[in-house]
């Protein structure tokens, strides 16, 4: 059975990402793991300076160095064991009774690759330990956005649970597959839904989206709203959720329409930058 993986650090979102992490593992009742990654770019294992060192260096230099790498790492690695604590003590007080640690070394996004297969939804802050001062998304998180096909949470450094969510849709075969796994999923069951298409104001985008509504309430949504809007995607989807007061963006990370050219370009951060609510990203 597939978990929940939160990634867990040192940052200002390490909260948050408790937060939302608690809370999509019970709505869908899987085990919530906390995962800490020692980051090899961050933290080495081992220092090689020799080909620094010139001739008449004396030999306890290398010694010191391999003291103080050694030294470095179980410092980054106790550290992470005390996050780790604080976290399992914070989902504990949202109600998940029993929630697993894991500590890994080695590259963080080579290593949530590694736990694809066991996971069903990966919970990450939009902003990391190396980015908590900087407006700007943390520097892994576009590699894992690209690099990981598993459904990728990511939240800002405050987290509430959703009364109401925006499904971002276009009627592709994407945003299809996604509205059919929105709608049985037991994550958004009793979460009034807005379906938003953003395009030209025609029957035809009318009929799609009176169809998603019908199939999401089919499944047993209630108070769906379907909504067609005219302009420029990013500023169209952040503008309604500021309307509407929504607490969650829930969009297809593939597909062939404009939503799609949005999603894999350079609006991407920019999105993930100005967004005051998480965005669920579905990559499968």
């Given at each position: 059975?597939k978990n929940?993986?939160?990634c867990i650090?040192?940052?200002?979102?390490a909260?948050a990402?408790?937060d939302?992490?608690a809370?999509?593992?019970?709505?869908?009742d899987r085990?919530?793991?906390?995962?800490?990654?020692?980051?090899?770019s961050i933290?080495?294992?081992?220092?090689?300076?020799?080909?620094?060192l010139k001739l008449?260096?004396r030999?306890?230099?290398?010694?010191?160095l391999?003291e103080?790498?050694?030294?470095?790492?179980k410092?980054a690695?106790?550290?992470?064991k005390?996050?780790l604590k604080?976290?399992?003590?914070?989902v504990?007080?949202?109600?998940?009774?029993?929630?697993e640690?894991r500590?890994?070394?080695?590259h963080?996004?080579?290593t949530?690759?590694d736990?694809?297969?066991e996971?069903r939804?990966?919970v990450?802050?939009?902003?990391?330990e190396?980015?908590?001062n900087?407006?700007e998304?943390g520097?892994?998180l576009?590699?894992?956005i690209?690099?990981l096909s598993?459904?990728i949470?990511?939240?800002p450094?405050?987290?509430?649970p959703?009364?109401?969510v925006?499904?971002?849709y276009?009627?592709?075969?994407?945003a299809?597959k996604?509205l059919?796994?929105?709608s049985?999923?037991?994550?958004f069951?009793g979460?009034?839904?807005?379906l938003?298409?953003?395009?030209?104001?025609s029957?035809k985008?009318?009929?799609?989206?009176?169809e998603a509504?019908k199939?999401?309430?089919?499944?047993g949504h209630?108070g769906?709203?379907?909504?067609?809007k005219?302009?420029e995607?990013?500023?169209?989807l952040?503008?309604?959720?500021?309307e509407q007061?929504?607490?969650?963006v829930?969009?297809?990370a593939?597909?062939?329409?404009?939503?799609?050219?949005?999603?894999?370009?350079s609006?991407?951060?920019n999105l993930?930058?100005?967004?005051?609510?998480p965005?669920l990203?579905?990559r499968?």
């Open positions: 059975m929940v993986f939160a650090d040192g940052s200002k979102a909260e990402v408790c939302a992490a809370w999509v593992s019970q709505r869908v085990q919530l793991v906390l995962l800490h990654v020692l980051d090899k933290y080495p294992t081992k220092t090689d300076m020799s080909g620094n008449g260096t030999e306890h230099l290398l010694d010191e391999a103080l790498d050694a030294k470095r790492s410092l690695l106790e550290a992470g005390e996050q604080v976290a399992v003590e914070r504990k007080s949202q109600g998940v009774e029993t929630p640690t500590q890994r070394h080695g963080f996004v080579e949530l690759a736990l694809q297969e996971t939804i990966l990450i802050g939009r902003q990391g190396e980015h908590d900087v407006d998304i520097g892994n576009e590699s894992v690209r690099s598993c459904r949470l990511i939240t450094p405050n987290f509430k959703p009364e109401k925006l499904l971002a276009d009627a592709s075969e994407t299809k996604v059919y796994i929105i049985r999923s037991p994550l069951k979460v009034p839904i807005h938003l298409m953003v395009g030209e104001k029957d985008n009318q009929q799609q989206l009176e509504k199939q999401l309430e089919g499944e209630e769906v709203v379907a909504a067609l005219s302009g995607v990013e500023s169209t952040l503008s309604y959720v500021k007061e929504l607490g969650m829930i969009m297809g593939y597909g062939h329409s404009r939503i799609r050219q949005f999603l894999v370009g609006t991407t951060t993930l930058r100005q967004s005051p609510v965005i990203l579905m499968q």
